[in-house]
């Protein structure tokens, strides 16, 4: 275990016996590999869909792909806050973003087209869709979130792991990065005029992405000399 880590969180999680705790310890370590495994599957899908389409006359629906594994304290902050208990089994059960990617689009409709796609897939289960693009939150927040369990092989067994999976256009992470900055910022004195700014400007994104699709329609329309 090569992360630093609050030593109160990891002496709830782990057993005080020191040849059960060197056995928690490399039963983490697994855990933690196995969803750095799942991202990578789920990566690979994507970057598979976006070569294709590529072949197939569209340009890349995908601009960008990237991923991150939770930090092992951001793990246990989480289950603490939310009152779960500190065990390996509880981060299974009551975590599904431990394993995140993200996917960027340049076009508003290739959202739509690539979650389909990985949802069509066999292997994939669809836990859970969450279309913010549909319905956007009162910040303005808009993204398309789906969290999806991936059959992962190993040596000698398969695994069922949760990655939460979230596609968005290039504006509206634009938007998104910025307004995470605001959250650690909660009590500065321009905060409800920096949330209205954002708001609006979140309003002007969704009219632009649509915008952008028309005209890239326009576009593919007209004929070559
Ligand atoms: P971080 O630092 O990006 O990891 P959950 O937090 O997953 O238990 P929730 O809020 O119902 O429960 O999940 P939701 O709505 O699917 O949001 C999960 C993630 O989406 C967040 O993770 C953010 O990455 C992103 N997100 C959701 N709402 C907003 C928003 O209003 N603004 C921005 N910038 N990002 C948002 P974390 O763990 O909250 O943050």
Known sequence: ?????????????????????????????????????????????????????????????????????????GILEKLKRQGFPLTLESIEENLTDVAGIRIICSFMDDIYKVAKMLQQQDDITVLLVKDYIAKPKPNGYRSYHMIVEVPVFFSNEKKSMKVEVQIRTIAMDFWANLEHRMRYKKDIEAADEIIDELKECADNIAATDTKMMIIREKIRAIKPN
């Open 1 to 73: 275990m090569k992360e630093e880590i609050a030593v109160e969180l990891l002496d709830e999680l782990l057993p005080a016996d020191p040849e059960e705790r060197t056995k928690a310890l490399e039963d983490l370590d697994v855990l933690l590999m196995r969803y750095e495994s799942a991202i990578r599957e789920i990566r690979t899908k994507f970057e598979i869909l976006n070569d294709e389409l590529s072949l197939s006359g569209h340009q890349n629906p995908i601009a960008s792909i990237s991923s991150r594994r939770k930090t092992l304290s």
